[in-house]
């Protein structure tokens, strides 16, 4: 097991405050909801945008994350489909347009494909997304996973 740090008393306090401050401000807001009139400080008032505006960002940083992976990227026309290139592999991969809108957080097997002198073959791999990254985590091993970060070509 990994060496880990216990909380200090002090860790410990704010973390509790910090949760009892959210169960308090849901409690009053679900109040509100139950049709009854609530009158909010201009500090709770704050409190409360200032929470649905941190939840809109992180939604907002998720999207241009999920943006940033396949926006304006070039896409290869091979065999009358369309395709994604990875840049950085080990040989020139590329993975269909439709399967690359379905990899998501938790791991999939996806086919990639290479050009051979005979058309293209293709490679069942790993593939996961991370929601900090703009790139695809790729295991070419389904046996022994081990992912490594690869991005698509840009179009530019």
Do not use: C, W
Request: proline share 1%; no cysteine.
């Amino acid at each position: 097991m990994a060496n880990k740090k216990p909380y200090s008393e002090d860790e410990k306090q704010r973390i509790l405050d910090n949760l009892n401050e959210k169960r308090v401000i849901d409690q009053k807001a679900k109040r509100g909801l139950d049709g009854k009139k609530a009158n909010y400080s201009e500090d709770e008032k704050q409190k409360v945008l200032d929470k649905l505006n941190e939840q809109r960002l992180s939604v907002q940083k998720k999207e241009d994350i999920a943006y940033n992976r396949t926006g304006r990227k070039k896409i290869y026309h091979l065999a009358g489909k369309e395709y994604f290139q990875f840049k950085g592999m080990e040989r020139e991969y590329f993975i269909l347009l439709d399967e690359i809108e379905k990899v998501t957080l938790r791991q999939g097997i996806y086919n990639l494909f290479y050009k051979t002198f005979n058309g293209l073959k293709a490679k069942e791999v790993l593939i996961k997304t991370e929601i900090y990254s703009e790139q695809f985590f790729i295991s070419y091993d389904i046996r022994r996973v081990y992912f490594k970060g690869y991005s698509l070509v840009d179009e530019y």
